[in-house]
């Protein structure tokens, strides 16, 4: 009987913690939708206000105590397999060899990992003497473009302290 009692306890302890697991499970599920569709709703955003500081010439701006400012990042991603294959059948050029034949083949990895692309891509076109770009094979396998984003530092004393003169000089 006590046997039966102590099973019997043991599958309702264990059923209630698998319900509770799976109820985790569905908000992390949850969550993680939300996530993706607020960074959506972010790069959106973002783009907006960097469009709109462009067209008027204004780098960067004030609100609430921190400063909001243009941020050009120069952006490295592979190819699509499609045009890589496309590029090594019309120039003889593959992209692994290329990254090995400018030392770059540690960041190999069956694939290459897109942020270590960035980081790598990002630190070699840092090293290069000005007006000097990457080697035409390694530039030929990747997308290289820019992209505007918006940085947020907290604005200092002296910058907001400006700001509330101005505001106030406008008022009067």
């Known amino acids: 009987m006590k ?48 469009q709109i500081m462009v067209d008027n010439e204004k780098p960067s701006t004030i609100v609430d105590g921190y400063t909001y400012s243009l941020q050009e990042t120069k952006m490295y991603s592979k190819k699509a397999e499609e045009k890589l294959e496309q590029l090594k059948i019309e120039e003889g050029i593959e992209f692994f060899e290329v990254l090995r034949e400018q030392g770059l083949g540690s960041i190999i990895k069956e694939t290459v990992n897109a942020k270590t692309l960035q980081s790598t891509m990002k630190a070699l076109d840092d090293e290069l003497p000005e007006g000097e770009d990457l080697p035409e094979d390694l530039a030929k396998c990747l997308n290289i473009y820019s992209k505007l984003g918006i940085n947020k530092t907290k604005a200092s004393k002296n910058a907001q302290q400006a700001l509330s003169r101005a505001k106030k000089a406008r008022e009067v």
Do not use: C, F, G, P
């Not at 039966?4 to 698998?18: A, G, P």
């Not at 799976?22 to 960097?50: D, G, M, V, W």
């Open 3 to 50: 046997t039966e009692q102590r099973l019997q306890s043991v599958n309702e302890i264990l059923d209630k913690k698998i319900r509770e697991y799976n109820k985790i499970l569905e908000e992390k599920k949850r969550l993680e939708k939300q996530t993706k569709e607020n960074n959506a709703a972010k790069e959106k955003k973002e783009q907006e206000i960097a």
